[in-house]
């Protein structure tokens, strides 16, 4: 049941946004399919075991329900700006928030801890596929200009795998980063110890032609938590990569410059910051409501992502107000007090690697909608629902 379930969510994941599912007049990723099937057959097996009672005590699960509450208070406090339609769409998204979010206590209760080593190792075999599909990406379709004309960014001679977007794959990359870096087999002899070493190449090379400074931010912070807290030989090597990727790249270069000299991407998301806190100032308390901003006339285009800002702290604060900013911080502080053993116990990898990859998904989505992206939203509440598994 457990390995079914971590199969139809991680196919979901592979697919990325190659196939879409249409409804509303809008599209969805195939994941959206393979976390309500998911959701549907976890839940019934918690409901027809009993499993489910003993979620009912932990804080993670009351932080999660009360964050839910005010994304939901939120879309009724703004019943009368929107068309019935409208309303119905953005509440069909809150409930797919409400079953990503399930994910955490599918897997928390449903997976057997027979099965977490099988996972850690499938965990690899997902980032490698994701970064070897971002290379065949690259060398055949280097660019998306057969979207140009629907608002794309060609995203020339980057490499964006599946997800169609360099920056989201490059974050995500950057989470599968940590993970590499703290799985360790066993033997160190061997295919299999050699296989390990590709698969960091592979992980880190593909982060490294995405060409975002998003995703080197966040993979920058995750290697440093990694390298302070447990593996203080790394510091030296990525440092030296570092050096190396801006002596010998010219595209590396730019986009470091970019930062400083403020190109195009730079001043797109100062002003789109400027929106999203204007928004917050017109709006403090619950926001315009929970995924209503397409609907708003006054929201800048955003192309693909017209359901954010370039921030998803921002996002949750114009969209669901100083309130719903404030428990999803509590949420999230929540669910890192509740893994933060795995910083002292070595065998708690997955503990370790969800309070890693929860600083770099904290600094990288200062920058970018990132948090709300639906494999990296899946794959967060996976880690948080196998580090409950691994503490118990």
Request: proline content about 3%; charged content about 15%.
């Given at each position: ?5 971590f ?51 932990l ?25 019935i ?66 608002g ?10 599946t ?11 950057s ?72 002596a ?13 000299a ?30 209503t901003l ?99």
């Open positions: 049941m457990d390995k079914l379930l199969w139809i969510i991680f196919t979901g994941i592979i697919v990325g946004q190659l196939v879409q599912i249409s409804f509303g007049g809008r599209d969805a990723p195939v994941l959206d399919l393979a976390v309500v099937i998911a959701v549907v057959i976890g839940g019934y097996h918690l409901l027809n075991s009993g499993k489910y009672r003993g979620m009912l005590k804080p993670v699960f009351r932080a999660f329900w009360v964050l839910v509450g005010v994304f939901l208070i939120s879309l009724a406090a703004n019943l009368t700006n929107f068309s339609s409208e309303l119905a769409l953005s509440f069909l998204f809150w409930l797919r928030f409400v079953a990503y979010g399930s994910l955490i206590f599918i897997f928390y209760r449903i997976v057997d801890k027979n099965s977490l080593n099988k996972f850690r190792q499938w965990l690899i075999w997902l980032f490698v596929v994701i970064a070897v599909l971002g290379f065949v990406q690259l060398g055949i379709f280097p660019s998306l200009e057969i979207g140009e004309y629907l794309w960014d060609p995203h020339r001679g980057r490499l964006f795998s997800f169609l977007d360099p920056n989201f794959v490059g974050v995500f990359l989470l599968g980063l940590g993970w590499v870096l703290i799985f360790s087999p066993r033997t160190k002899k061997g295919g299999t110890y050699l296989g390990y070493l590709l698969a960091v190449v592979l992980v880190g090379s593909a982060i490294l032609f995405t060409f975002s400074r998003s995703a080197f931010l966040a993979a920058i912070i995750i290697v440093a938590i990694i390298t302070l807290l447990r593996r203080q030989q790394f510091f030296w090597i990525f440092l030296g990569i570092l050096i190396v990727a801006l010998v790249s010219p595209r590396v270069q730019e986009r470091v410059a970019g930062v400083f403020l190109d195009d991407t730079a001043i797109h998301r100062i002003v789109s910051w400027q929106e999203g806190l204007k928004t917050v100032a017109e709006h403090p308390w619950l926001g315009v409501g929970y995924n397409p609907f708003r006339e006054d929201t800048p285009a955003q192309g693909r992502s017209d359901s954010g800002f370039d921030s998803s702290l921002l996002t949750v604060a114009a969209t669901t107000g100083l309130l719903g900013l404030l428990s999803f911080l509590w949420f999230v502080i929540t669910a890192l007090k509740t893994t933060w053993r795995g910083i002292s116990k070595p065998q708690l990898t997955f503990n370790f690697w969800f309070i890693t990859a929860t600083g770099g998904l904290l600094v990288g989505s200062l920058f970018l909608n990132a948090w709300f992206y639906p494999p990296i939203l899946a794959l967060w509440f996976i880690m948080l629902g196998l580090s409950l598994k691994e503490n118990d």
